[in-house]
């Protein structure tokens, strides 16, 4: 999983999160790994890799720089944007692999984006019910059966099931979630990018953050979404 720096928002559009994608399938060209499954959230993104001629700290080291200079270019800002570690963890089984396959589809729906798990756009879960793109599907459909049609049933009753996966001991619950917080943010400030509150001085700044607070956003989803420090805003 790679992660916003101080949870920061790293897909602003339907332009970055597509970017984000093509970096993911030019690299699996040239290092060789494998992906079973990805979600891009707002501020991270899930990965189900397995590893080919390149160590993971390479591949992720080669993804996040393309797409943060990339980034930084469009939105004419400096610095880092992820986290400088991404969080693994080593799935050694079949029976563990699908449910961290659907933990990864399934964040959008857990975090109240989303009301049914096939609307969500940016997701691999649509490679397995659908048209594929850069996911090896065939795996992980194989292990409900070697028959694909049954097997795309059998994965969506899979998806479908009530469960308490906790993968990576991460979850992304809020009392307003990042995209409707997003928006406040954005409607309040009058800005296209919620970033930008950074760059307002600091009494104008300050001025906003009370009143994204009054209007129900807490101080971690603040600092997620303005890359503003949490020590600022729990002093205002």
């Known amino acids: 999983m ?65 797409y943060v200079y990339w980034y930084n270019r469009k939105y004419n800002r400096r610095g880092h944007l992820f986290q400088d570690r991404y969080k693994s963890e080593v799935v050694e089984d079949d029976g ?42 065939a795996f992980p459909l194989s292990i409900f059966s070697k028959d694909n049609k049954k097997a795309v049933k059998l994965f969506k009753d899979f998806h479908a099931k009530e469960n308490q996966d906790h993968c990576l001991d991460y979850e992304d619950t809020f009392r307003i979630n990042d995209l409707e917080a997003a928006e406040i ?28 607070k009054k209007k129900g956003l807490s101080i971690r989803q603040i600092e997620r979404l303005t890359g503003v420090s949490f020590g600022v805003i729990r002093r205002l």
């Not at 597509?18 to 790994?33: D, N, P, V, W």
Request: net charge positive.
């Open 96 to 137: 563990y692999l699908l449910t961290v396959l659907r933990y990864i589809h399934q964040n959008p729906l857990k975090a109240c984006i989303i009301k049914n798990i096939e609307q969500y756009p940016w997701s691999s879960y649509q490679e397995y019910i659908g048209k594929k793109d850069i996911c090896e599907t």
């Open 185 to 212: 943010i954005k409607k309040s400030a009058e800005i296209d990018s919620t970033n930008k509150v950074q760059s307002f001085d600091k009494e104008h700044r300050n001025k906003l953050i009370k009143e994204f």
């Open 2 to 66: 790679l992660r916003g720096i101080n949870g920061q928002i790293i897909f602003e559009d339907r332009e970055d999160s597509i970017k984000l994608l093509e970096t993911i399938k030019r690299y699996r060209e040239e290092s060789g790994y494998e992906i079973y499954g990805y979600c891009l959230m707002n501020n991270h993104i899930h990965l189900l890799i397995k590893e080919g001629c390149e160590e993971l700290s390479t591949v992720f080291r080669r993804i996040g720089a393309k």
